[in-house]
């Protein structure tokens, strides 16, 4: 397997003009529009691919059903300008573009409104298959 | 005064009750877009299996759409009574970790609450008028909150 014969790969710093980009189940839509109900911390914080490895159709590919799939994207400044949160590299080996958005809350006002501003700030870079 | 209102207006004496009952059915109506909101919620939330999203999340309980749905209802109901009209009616959504998400978007104003899955958590809100002002915090879901309450008749 590729997996196990290739190296770990080096942790980068990512720079705040880069865009990450997140898939958006079909869920998370209403009338065409992204819903703050897509935002959530899972495993270690929310996970994103850097765009410097990752391009939206190669995100939406690694969703379970990409058909039912739409891709966001951020850029990483502009995250980060919101307080308490950060834009880490966390490279898989199958995965090299995956990062994490870090520094959400846990269940309180805070993630609520961390949750508002992240709807704000976010494009929809790869519309869905079937709009909603 | 609407046309209905108008008829019951003119109205003989004895027609009375048959003209509030009327009224009342008017007055129903005007929640039609809330119900059509949360019978959607209820089809399109409740129908997911865990795991729905193929990045684990959990189903949803009808208890917890049900708190959400009586804190819509509840507030909806107030706005009539106290201001005779119509509430904004928000989206009603998934949320995180089997939570429910109500969400009104306006003009001038946008206020999202999270109402958990767990019913001893206090449900949470954050709302701004998309400048300085803001109204944030958290409160027993199944009570009534003035703060929001005035908040939502901005």
Redesign the interface.
């Known amino acids: 397997m590729v997996d196990e014969i290739e190296p770990a790969w080096t942790v980068e710093s990512i720079p705040d003009v880069d865009r990450v980009f997140m898939r958006a189940h079909e869920m998370h839509f209403r009338d065409g529009k992204l819903q703050p109900g897509v935002f959530r911390q899972h495993g270690d914080g929310m996970s994103v691919d850097w765009e410097k490895y990752s391009t939206p159709p190669e995100t939406k590919g690694r969703a379970k059903k990409p058909s039912e799939n739409a891709v966001v994207g951020f850029i990483v400044g502009v995250v980060r300008a919101i307080p308490s949160l950060e834009v880490q590299h966390k490279p898989e080996r199958s995965n090299r573009a995956h990062s994490n958005v870090m520094g959400l809350p846990s269940h309180d006002p805070d993630l609520v409104e961390i949750r508002l501003k992240l709807l704000r700030i976010s494009t929809v870079v790869m519309e869905l298959e079937i709009p909603r | 005064m609407s046309v209905l209102e108008s008829e019951i207006a003119g109205q003989a004496p004895e027609a009375t009750a048959a003209a509030t009952l009327l009224k009342i059915a008017y007055d129903r109506a005007s929640f039609r877009d809330l119900d059509a909101e949360i019978e959607s919620s209820k089809e399109?939330i409740l129908g997911?299996a865990d795991n729905?999203?193929?990045?684990?999340?959990p189903r949803y309980s009808r208890a917890t759409l049900d708190r959400a749905t009586a804190f819509v209802r509840a507030h909806a109901s107030w706005v009539s009574d106290t201001f005779g009209k119509d509430a904004p009616v928000p989206?009603i959504?998934?949320?995180?970790?089997g939570?429910i998400?109500i969400?009104w978007k306006q003009p001038t104003w946008?206020l999202?609450?999270?109402v958990?899955a767990d019913a001893n958590?206090k449900a949470?809100?954050?709302g701004?008028d998309y400048g300085s002002g803001t109204i944030?915090?958290?409160w027993e879901g199944d009570r009534y909150n003035s703060l929001l309450r005035t908040w939502l008749m901005r």
């Open positions: 399109r997911l729905w999203d193929g990045e684990g999340s989206h959504n998934p949320g995180p970790e939570s998400d969400h946008e999202l609450i999270n958990p958590q949470a809100f954050y701004d944030k915090g958290s």
